[in-house]
Structure formats: structure tokens, C-alpha cells
């Protein structure tokens, strides 16, 4: 049972244009969202995270933004930038659950063209 | 530098091997994890520790081990009785519940041959 969904296993977008990635999700527990950058043979890198509490959050060129109505979240990257080009794994979890277990999606694959 | 590491980068074993991966961090992080990357998926959890002597089952745990004896290290046995153990495993560690972002070490390839 796939919690934690990207429905997108690939994005293609042009150096300087924004580029958006999708997430979805079915537990209305989750309360903390997480978004991963992820380079081939190396571990994720933590890039933003978000709470339900909240609706937007940004950081630099990167903004997360949460649905809870939908059990959505997105991450909008302006502009991106061919260093962008990676796998991008949304990540959620229940605090409240005390455990500090992260429920994964599948990923997207970015691409960013010179 | 505070950080995770993990050894080796790769790593190759003769099934019905036992094969045990390293992961170190310092950062003074109370909770580790290990995870399993397959291609085309995302991360599966094998195992995690909240604190010293102390672990519990991800949803995939058969087939692994581990321990925690020291705050610092977690080490993931990868035993003879997981049934296809070619995989990219990571690390990660958190401060600990309710702080839930983890951070990853660089991961380790491990290909049975």
C-alpha cells in the first residue's frame, strides 16, 4: 500500500523556467512533509520540509507548498538550473507517532536542459 | 565535519555470504536508520534505533540484522536468508522523534554475485 506517491517518474524542463514536482498522499495522519534531493550513487540530500500547520515554505529558489484538503504537496524550483538535474523523493511523517519514521514516495527524475 | 559515513563504497560478496555494512555519524544523533533503494523505487525501511540497545523492524527486515551498541555506529548485517540482497542501502540518522528530518550518509552498493 504505496502511502506516499509521485506520480511522475520523470520531468523535463528548461534551464531558468520553474519546475514542478508533484506528491501525493492517503494517511490524513501525516503531519511533517519532507522533499529529498537525490544524485546517482549517493545518499539523499535533505532540501525542505514543511508542517501541516503550515501552507508554503520556501527556501532560496525552493518553495514547498501543502494541500491538506487534497493530500497534496508540490516543490517549485525558480529558476531551475542544470545542477538541479537529480531524483527528487517527497517524504512524510507522524511526530506524533514518536517512532521518527519517514514514509517514502518513489521519486521524479528531473532534468533541467541547458 | 559532522556527518554520516559508511564503508565501503561498493562492495561484492558470493551469495550464502553474510556481509556486514558500516555506518558511523557524528553528529551526536540519537536515532539511526537503514534503508533499502531499489531502481525505479524509492526508499524501503529495513531497520531503526531511537537509542542505544535498542531497535526495531522496518517493513522489510527479513533477511537483515543489526545492533546498536554505541551512539555513534549502526551496522546492518545483510544475511544469507534475504533473498535478493543487490541493492543500494543508506544510512541516516535524526535527533530523534518528534524532529523527523533524517540525513543520509553516501550509501553503499552491495552486489552478490
Redo the contacts between chains.
Keep these: 500500500d504505496q502511502q506516499v506517491k509521485q506520480n511522475s517518474p520523470s520531468l523535463s524542463v528548461q534551464e531558468g523556467r520553474i519546475s514542478i514536482l508533484n506528491c501525493d498522499y492517503t494517511n490524513s495522519m501525516f503531519d511533517y512533509f519532507l522533499w529529498y534531493k537525490k544524485y546517482p550513487a549517493e545518499g539523499p540530500t535533505f532540501l525542505i520540509s514543511i508542517s501541516s500547520i503550515k501552507d508554503k515554505n520556501e527556501d532560496g529558489r525552493f518553495t514547498v507548498f501543502l494541500n491538506k484538503s487534497a493530500k497534496h504537496l508540490s516543490l517549485h524550483i525558480v529558476p531551475s538550473q542544470p545542477g538541479d538535474s537529480a531524483v527528487y523523493f517527497c517524504a512524510a511523517s507522524m511526530p506524533r507517532s514518536n517512532t521518527g519514521k519517514l514514509i517514502f514516495g518513489q521519486g521524479t527524475t528531473l532534468q533541467v536542459k541547458p | 565535519d559532522g556527518g ?1 559515513t ?1 564503508s565501503p563504497k561498493y562492495l561484492f560478496r558470493k551469495e550464502g555470504q553474510n556481509v556486514t555494512l558500516s555506518c558511523e555519524q557524528n553528529l551526536n544523533h540519537d ?1 539511526m ?1 537503514w534503508y533499502r533503494q531499489d531502481p ?6 529495513i531497520y ?1 534505533s ?1 537509542i542505544v540497545n535498542d531497535f ?1 523492524k ?1 517493513d522489510i527486515a527479513e533477511g537483515y540484522s543489526v545492533s546498536r551498541e554505541k551512539k555513534e555506529s549502526f551496522p546492518l548485517t545483510v544475511t544469507s536468508a534475504q533473498k535478493n540482497p543487490t541493492a ?1 542501502y ?1 544510512c ?1 540518522s ?1 535527533p ?12 553503499t ?1 552491495l552486489t552478490v554475485l
Design positions: 554520516i559508511q536515532a536508520y525505479g523505487q524509492g526508499l524501503r525501511l531503526y531511537q526495531q522496518g543500494f543508506l541516516a535524526s530523534g522523534p518528534p524532529a523527523d528530518t533524517q540525513y543520509f550518509g553516501p550509501g552498493r
